[in-house]
């Protein structure tokens, strides 16, 4: 069970063995995590649940990452959500998109723990 300081993190991964890598690295920082695996999926599970950050891939076979948080921004309750993008999408436009759809941090994979693990921080730092 989550204790009362423990922050939430959702990662939304569509390759079952990344996502569990991701969520693996977050338990590891001590956060509690939420996975789900498709855009549709995660925008009806962020209507539930209000993680203190998401993180994102772009390249989902349903709903894609973009679409996800378009739909997260758009939200007066969700829109201050901290999201991580990683993705294997590392086109210098690939990136301005993600930024510019409302991405605190782009991140390329591979990602390396400590990458992840510090983006993660700051982004829920700068949240609060």
């Known amino acids: 069970m989550a204790s009362p300081t423990q922050k939430t993190i959702m990662i939304v ?28 999926a995660a925008m009806s599970m962020l ?17 894609s990452g973009l679409e996800v948080l378009r739909f997260l921004r758009r939200e007066p309750n969700l829109a201050m959500i901290p999201v991580i993008v990683v993705s294997a999408k590392s086109l210098p436009s690939d990136i301005k998109d993600g930024l510019d759809a409302g991405a605190s941090i782009y ?19 700068s949240r609060a």
């Open 47 to 63: 209507t539930v649940e209000h993680p203190d950050a998401l993180v994102l891939d772009l390249m989902m076979p349903d709903v």
């Open 107 to 125: 991140l390329t994979k591979p990602v390396a723990f400590l990458d992840l693990k510090r983006a993660v921080e700051d982004s829920i730092a």
């Open 13 to 40: 991964e569509d390759e079952p063995d990344t996502a569990e890598m991701f969520a693996e690295m977050m338990r590891l920082s001590g956060y509690r995590v939420i996975k789900t695996y498709g855009g549709a």
